[in-house]
Nanobody, 128 residues
Framework: QVQLVESGGGSVQAGGSLRLSCAASGDTYSIYSIYCMTWFRQAPGKGRERVAT????????YYADSVNGRFTISQDNAVTTLHLQMNSLNPEDTAMYYCAASTKGFCRTGLTSLYNYWGQGTQVTVSS
């Protein structure tokens, strides 16, 4: 089993920046079975969408078009710490942000059904 705990959310004005972090813990086998780690977000009344993914094996990254060039996903210490640097935030980025991990692969797809482990989420609010 893997536990994911997010931190770093908050309120910021448009144009500002935030850095989210996700700490992963659990048994060694489960941790090193993770193929992808992803940040998803869900705004009120909308579905959960993939923001950014990183493949743990080689660091390949994938971004939603809406955040490409503004957000950067990174990982420390192999899979144990995940970050999302968010710059040039706008009100459309307001959402609950979730960290998720997948042992199933197919990282490029961003399908929520492929993710076994989820954090509780951290709220990001951007005011105009």
């Amino acid at each position: 089993q893997v536990q994911l705990v997010e931190s770093g959310g908050g309120s910021v004005q448009a144009g500002g920046s935030l850095r989210l972090s996700c700490a992963a813990s659990g048994d060694t086998y489960s941790i090193y079975s993770i193929y992808c780690m992803t940040w998803f977000r869900q705004a009120p009344g909308k579905g959960r969408e993939r923001v950014a993914t990183i493949e743990t094996a080689d660091g390949s990254t994938y971004y939603a078009d809406s955040v490409n060039g503004r957000f950067t996903i990174s990982q420390d210490n192999a899979v144990t710490t995940l970050h999302l640097q968010m710059n040039s935030l706008n009100p459309e980025d307001t959402a609950m942000y979730y960290c998720a991990a997948s042992t199933k692969g197919f990282c490029r797809t961003g399908l929520t059904s492929l993710y076994n482990y989820w954090g509780q989420g951290t709220q990001v609010t951007v005011s105009s």
